[in-house]
């Protein structure tokens, strides 16, 4: 790959003022070059500039010059949006926030107040008000023309669906060719906890289906209990962490994000057997390696996360809101209830945000924009698919349907998916209107 930095406003309504330097990488067409393909792998907060690597064996990086972005605020682009030290964040690991009486409520509340101050710190109100998905929108302009392209070809992914129906509204007769896969509705909140809650139970569900038909399930035989054994191996490390490699302890907040993150993608479900399987023994090195995954540092910046999502996202400050949306997502997703729950919760992090939130959730207009695809899976445990059906809808898309249980599917090796959708993105013919795809066995 090349790698260069392109210089763009903070501030688009003040040109003449502070700047951002983005990070973007290049893998060049391998074959007959058609353009520039831009690409977003999610997050928010997702890092893009090795993205292109994904798809180096792909039709698509035969036809395209693939091009990654670390976004504004990520990474290698500068400034970057700080709030935790690697350090403290590894601490907070270890930290279940299972306690939800008042005087445990309190304390989290209070550091979380204490993480919201330490972003304006470390970072910088210019920067934290800077950015969103709009001003990523535009970013992404700036990049394709300073690629030399006169139109956008774009894949975005998860919450890269959000940025590409952004820059489908404010650019709709720049885009030669957008791909959105896991879609987010354009008219609601990116995230909905409940609905979030509800995809990844429905995900569990499924993974133990499978587990119970191999004769060394974890979960035993019968799927209809596998989730209650399953709690009652996580359960119990709220209070009690059990020992693992390098002298290391696993406890309940590492242990379900290596449960839940392997929900993603059938192909990392062994994990999960093998992770519960050891716990059932007393110990905790798998499921924390898979924890690890998605805690290293080149993963998802949480920071970035948390930038985005409280200013974009529904912010709650009533704590009754609160206490029923906690009420709702436990009983939506039970595998992921520690079983502390009370009539109470915190407040989250983004009640404690400094800067105002501004999102208005809308139908784009987008006059002019050509077709384009929406890519959706039937059993995505983060982006639900009504999702992607309701964005399809409101850009006039054309919807590739995936019968599946995982997040994303474009590029993983499905053909009734990639091969369709690299044609409409070489030769801009669409696929055929409602196709649906069978799961990969």
């Not at 350090?87 to 939800?100: G, N, T």
């Not at 956008?152 to 650019?171: C, D, F, K, P, V």
Request: proline share 7%; aromatic share 4%; charged share 20%.
């Amino acid at each position: 790959m090349r790698c260069a930095r392109i210089t763009v406003p903070l501030d688009y309504d003040k040109l003449d003022g502070k700047t951002v330097s983005l990070a973007v990488s290049r893998l060049p067409a391998s074959g007959q070059r058609v353009g520039a393909l831009l690409t977003n792998p999610g997050g928010p907060g997702g890092p893009g500039l090795l993205l292109p690597l994904m798809l180096a064996k792909s039709a698509v990086a035969q036809r395209f010059d693939v091009i990654g972005v670390d976004v504004r605020g990520l990474g290698s682009s500068t400034p970057a949006v700080v709030c935790q030290t690697p350090e403290e964040f590894q601490a907070e690991r270890s930290d279940s926030e299972a306690d939800h009486s008042p005087a445990g409520i309190a304390a989290i509340e209070s550091k979380r107040k204490k993480l919201a101050d330490e972003c304006v710190e470390r970072t910088g109100m210019d920067l934290l008000e800077h950015v969103g998905t709009v001003e990523v929108a535009r970013d992404f302009d700036v990049v394709r023309a300073a690629l030399g392209d006169d139109k956008l070809n774009y894949l975005g992914m998860s919450y890269g669906t959000r940025i590409g129906s952004t820059i489908a509204e404010l650019y709709p007769t720049r885009v030669r060719a957008m791909v959105l896969d896991g879609g987010i509705d354009p008219n609601s909140y990116m995230i909905d906890q409940v609905a979030m809650a509800t995809g990844f139970q429905h995900a569990f569900d499924a993974y133990s289906t499978a587990c119970a038909t191999t004769p060394d399930c974890p979960l035993g035989s019968d799927a209809a209990k596998a989730t209650d054994r399953a709690r009652a191996l996580l359960d119990p490390l709220v209070e009690h962490p059990v020992p693992a490699a390098d002298n290391r302890q696993l406890g309940y907040r590492d242990a379900m994000n290596g449960v839940l993150n392997s929900l993603y993608n059938p192909g990392q479900w062994p994990g999960i057997t093998k992770g519960l399987t050891e716990l059932a023994q007393g110990r905790g090195d798998t499921l924390l390696r898979l924890a690890d995954l998605v805690a290293q540092p080149g993963t998802v910046s949480r920071d970035l996360q948390h930038a985005v999502l409280c200013t974009e996202d529904e912010r709650i400050t009533d704590r009754a809101r609160a206490a029923d949306l906690d009420r709702r997502s436990r009983a939506a997703a039970p595998i992921a209830d520690d079983g502390h729950g009370t009539d109470q919760a915190p407040l989250d992090l983004c009640a404690f945000w400094p800067v105002p939130a501004r999102s208005h959730p809308h139908v784009p207009a987008v006059a002019g924009l050509p077709k384009t695809v929406v890519v959706g899976t039937t059993g995505d445990p983060a982006t639900p698919y009504a999702g992607g059906v309701n964005l399809a809808r409101d850009l006039g898309a054309t919807m590739v349907t995936y019968e599946g249980v995982q997040h994303g599917v474009f590029g993983e090796g499905v053909a009734c998916v990639d091969d369709p959708v690299t044609r409409y993105l070489v030769d801009l013919t669409p696929p055929q209107e409602d196709l649906h795809c069978p799961a990969a066995t």
